[in-house]
């Protein structure tokens, strides 16, 4: 069984920043490629960012390019964002997953999901 486990979230100002950190269980976790998505209330669930189980390869989302980066630590089964320029509209659940077979930006690449944590940005 996968769990993950998302913290980091809290309430912040305009132009802060914060680190969000996923902590996966399982013996796998450096085989899987990994993804955060987001949600905000009466909105669909978004991608913000993903990185390959090597580390090699990320990807963004337009709209947090250049603020966000992703990351992670095999060693410690534990993936970042890091939230850099944050703004009113980053607010949302921050949600991280786990694929363990492809490479993808959809939300159906994932088969493992934390329960999030609220990120709420003040203007």
């Known amino acids: 069984q996968v769990q993950l486990v998302e913290s980091g979230g809290g309430l912040v100002q305009a132009g802060g920043s914060l680190r969000l950190s996923c902590a996966v269980s399982g013996r796998t976790f450096s085989r899987y490629n990994m993804g955060w998505f987001r949600q905000a209330p009466g909105k669909e669930r978004e991608f913000v960012a993903a990185m390959t189980w090597s580390g090699s390869t990320t990807s963004y989302a337009d709209s947090v390019k250049d603020r966000f980066t992703i990351s992670r630590d095999n060693a410690k089964n534990t993936v970042y964002l890091q939230m850099n320029s944050l703004k009113p509209e980053d607010t949302a659940v921050y949600l991280c997953?786990?694929?363990?077979?492809?490479?993808?930006?959809?939300?159906?690449?994932?088969?493992?999901w934390g329960q999030g944590t609220q990120v709420t940005v003040s203007s």
């Open positions: 997953a786990a694929a363990p077979g492809v490479y993808g930006l959809g939300r159906e690449s994932y088969e493992y």
